[in-house]
């Protein structure tokens, strides 16, 4: 059987319809919100894939910045630790040097010091062969006092002992009394210079001849030749008063001898002096003393003074008692064993 198609009616058919439009108006809303939310999804992505891009672009700039810089940094580190490596090389040479230059400068000062410590030590040396041979403490006391401005002017605290010692020995110096060796030594000259015009006690002058007077001659030529030949005899003889009656007549050549011998002892009597010996000193000027005395005239002006001047020349002290610079000398030995140690 066929079936017949059933019909709908008008107000159903509206009644669907006006159900339906509200629902596809909503659906409509809703796809057109979707699709708004799809374009506006697509333009944020296509925005952000853009900045992304832009992004990641400069980000690659930045990283080839990065990469230029870094190996520029790179390089800078080469060089700088080049440079460092250089540095601490002269470094490294400029300690060295110093260190030698400190090992010369203390090379230096010490060969300074043993320098002037043998300069001293010989100054000392000096002094006390001056005071042992010669006797002359004035000498003695200006070396002395030069080691003592020297080791001042080094200004050395291990050198304190020896500066000390030094000046002990200045202060016992300076109470030596003074010896005038020079003044003492130019009168034994002046007296050696004058021996040779010192007159000899046997001899004498011949008297001038007294003119004769004037007489009238009444006598004859036989009178007056014989008062002629007495007045000559009496020329030729001679007699004079002998204060000492064992005054000896030299010969010209004993003489001569006599002077020289005198000469001689006033010699010796002056390296006496110099070497301060008294006894012999005194000696040879009393031996000179008694010859003048003896073998000269005594009644001449200057054979009083020669006399007189060898008087008080005999009664001079020339010998005192002078101090050792042991002191000094051991402080000297002490210091250099100290060095060596």
Avoid: C
């Avoid at 059933?6 to 796809?31: E, M």
Wanted: avoid cysteine; aromatic fraction near 4%.
């Amino acid at each position: 059987m066929i079936e017949q198609p059933q019909t709908v009616d008008k107000p159903d058919l509206l009644d669907n319809l006006g159900r339906i439009r509200p629902a596809l108006i909503v659906a409509l809303l809703a796809l057109g919100i979707a699709g708004w939310q799809w374009w506006d999804s697509n333009n944020r992505i296509h925005q952000l894939q853009t900045e992304l891009g832009q992004r990641l672009a400069a980000s690659n700039n930045v990283e080839q910045e990065s990469r230029v810089l870094s190996k520029q940094a790179i390089e800078s580190t080469r060089e700088l630790s080049v440079k460092l490596g250089e540095i601490q090389g002269k470094l490294a040479d400029s300690q060295n040097q110093q260190l030698a230059l400190e090992a010369l400068y203390q090379d230096l000062a010490r060969s300074r010091d043993e320098w002037t410590l043998a300069d001293i030590e010989q100054i000392v040396l000096s002094a006390s062969q001056q005071l042992q041979l010669a006797g002359n403490a004035k000498a003695a006391l200006i070396a002395l006092r030069s080691a003592e401005t020297r080791l001042e002017r080094l200004n050395k605290p291990q050198f304190a002992a020896l500066q000390h010692a030094i000046n002990d020995d200045i202060l016992r110096l300076q109470e030596v009394p003074q010896i005038d060796t020079v003044g003492i030594a130019q009168r034994l000259d002046a007296l050696i210079a004058d021996v040779d015009d010192l007159p000899i006690a046997s001899e004498h002058e011949i008297p001038v001849a007294q003119p004769r007077s004037q007489r009238p001659q009444t006598t004859g030529t036989a009178n007056r030749f014989g008062r002629e030949i007495l007045q000559e005899l009496k020329g030729l003889v001679q007699v004079r008063r002998m204060d000492t009656p064992d005054t000896a007549l030299l010969a010209p050549t004993q003489v001569y001898f006599l002077r020289q011998n005198l000469k001689l002892r006033l010699l010796t009597a002056r390296i006496a002096l110099l070497a301060h010996d008294e006894v012999s000193y005194k000696s040879d000027l009393l031996d000179a003393q008694n010859w003048v005395k003896r073998y000269f005239n005594g009644s001449d002006a200057r054979v009083a003074r020669a006399l007189i001047s060898l008087g008080k020349l005999a009664n001079s002290p020339v010998s005192i008692q002078l101090p050792s610079l042991s002191e000094s000398l051991a402080a000297l030995q002490a210091s250099r064993i100290g060095r060596k140690h």
